[in-house]
């Protein structure tokens, strides 16, 4: 069983109380202000050095007698700072450790991108590796931010990496369970899970089909917090690897499918922030824990299951297991009536085709909900893309056999189909759907390459439009 005890980091700011540098932030067009106002030494050494203001561009103020005086950090230009989010962190890599100041003439906005890009910058994935040394350069959180909030949202998202980037060899649907207990243990919420063959006793079907064909039994994970306020639903998809069962996927096709439970990694750093932030609702998270892997019992293609909710789906293609193993979740979830319903899961290549890895595109009919989510995106450093559920479509996924078609071979619009199929089952009018990556393919600021949260601190800044708390 993995270790529990996750994050393995704990992002943190420096102690107020300390003497801490200053860290001049400099635009790229206000280089000779910032020359005059640090004085002829100082702005002659940032003239010397060649120093532009790019975004993130660092130098260090030497001060006589050998020591430090503080540092310049370039803010860039409006298209740079456009272009890359977090970009004043680059700053974190060129800077000694200790405590440091932000100086300069930032919007709110901008001063919680940097404390919250700060924080994330430092994440390290150390498990596998020799014990990651926490010296580090680190920031007094700005005046009129937030210090509790910016550190719970990258506590979420510490947690989300690290089960994500965790291998399949120790992230199975075992534990993730573990995880998921922990998670509920800190908060004292309720968990229960449903395991192995009591998933047909209990009426999950298609959670023990997907799952059945692996010697680590599949199950389905509730956790239930809050006392009071409305019911937010969160369902994650956590398939802990995916081989595409007999539709077996090229080596090429599995490299990043220890990240296939990124859905469920995802929900659980959102749930963190909620219950961390203590939110007046009411929260319920569902996670379907599965392995799709090939044996002699393993899902076949064109069996036809009958779901939770009674209707029958063809099986097309194994390799699209997660819609079967949400559809069941969903049904749960929507038997007890909630006021947002909310599934996230790494479910398409199809999403990436249109969005790239960097976007979580999502999915409402609720106009206050994507209204909640683009101003909650914007507020959480968070990019999202609303994508349609094209009633248009529907059609697609009728099979004629069956009531639906979890591989429709209509070869366009496959996460919109997709959705489209999930939407079957949640059968909710305030319901979402993020068709997630949970993988960073690149470094960049604040998201080292490996398991990266999307959505979720777009939702957690959304949530109180949403649910109007």
């Not at 994050?7 to 943190?12: D, I, M, V």
């Not at 649907?173 to 998670?183: D, I, Q």
């Not at 995916?242 to 220890?258: A, E, R």
């Not at 960073?440 to 800044?461: E, F, H």
Request: charge should be negative.
């Amino acid at each position: 069983m993995t270790d529990v005890a996750l994050p393995y980091l704990t992002p943190r700011f420096a102690d107020p109380a300390i003497t801490a540098l200053p860290l001049h932030v400099v635009a790229a067009d206000e280089l000779d202000a910032i020359r005059v106002q640090l004085g002829a030494e100082a702005g002659g050494w940032l003239h010397a050095t060649g120093f532009k203001g790019d975004l993130g561009e660092v130098r260090l103020l030497p001060a006589s007698g050998g020591g430090l005086a503080g540092a310049v950090v370039g803010y860039g230009t409006a298209k740079a700072r456009r272009r890359m989010r977090f970009g004043l962190a680059r700053a974190v890599a060129g800077l000694p450790a200790g405590a440091w100041r932000i100086e300069g003439a930032l919007s709110q906005a901008e001063r919680e991108e940097a404390a919250l890009g700060w924080l994330l910058t430092h994440y390290r994935f150390g498990r596998y590796r020799k014990p990651v040394s926490e010296d580090a350069a680190l920031l007094i959180c700005p005046e009129g931010v937030d210090a509790a909030r910016m550190i719970a949202m990258a506590r979420a998202e510490f947690l989300t990496r690290d089960l994500i980037n965790t291998p399949a060899q120790d992230m199975g649907p075992g534990e993730l369970e573990a995880a998921f207990v922990a998670l509920g243990g800190r908060f004292g919420a309720r968990v229960a899970v449903v395991r192995g063959d009591d998933l047909l006793t209990e009426g999950f079907p298609m959670v023990h089909a997907v799952g059945r064909a692996s010697p680590r039994a599949p199950r389905i994970m509730e956790l239930r917090w809050g006392k009071a306020g409305p019911l937010l639903t969160l369902v994650g998809k956590g398939v802990c690897f995916d081989t595409g069962g007999l539709n077996l996927k090229p080596s090429s096709g599995m490299n990043l499918m220890k990240k296939d439970m990124g859905g469920a990694a995802t929900v659980m750093g959102l749930a963190q922030m909620i219950m961390e932030l203590g939110l007046p609702l009411r929260l319920r998270v569902i996670v379907p824990a599965v392995e799709n892997v090939v044996s002699g019992n393993a899902l076949k293609p064109k069996d036809i299951l009958t779901s939770r909710k009674g209707l029958t789906v063809e099986v097309n293609d194994t390799d699209a297991e997660g819609r079967l193993v949400l559809g069941d979740a969903l049904a749960w979830a929507g038997e007890e009536p909630c006021d947002v319903l909310v599934s996230m899961a790494t479910l398409t290549g199809a999403a990436r085709v249109a969005v790239g890895p960097d976007l979580a595109p999502y999915y409402s009919d609720d106009a206050g909900i994507v209204a909640a989510l683009e101003a909650g995106a914007v507020a959480g450093f968070d990019p999202v893309w609303r994508l349609p559920f094209h009633d248009a479509y529907e059609a697609v996924i009728e099979p004629g056999i069956a009531d639906l078609d979890n591989a429709p071979g209509f070869g366009f619009a496959g996460s919109i189909t997709a959705a489209l199929f999930l939407r079957r089952f949640a059968d909710h009018p305030r319901y979402v759907h993020f068709d997630i990556y949970g993988h960073t393919p690149s470094d960049a600021p604040g998201r080292p390459k490996g398991g990266v949260g999307q959505g979720a601190r777009a939702m957690i800044c959304g949530l109180p439009a949403m649910l109007g708390l």
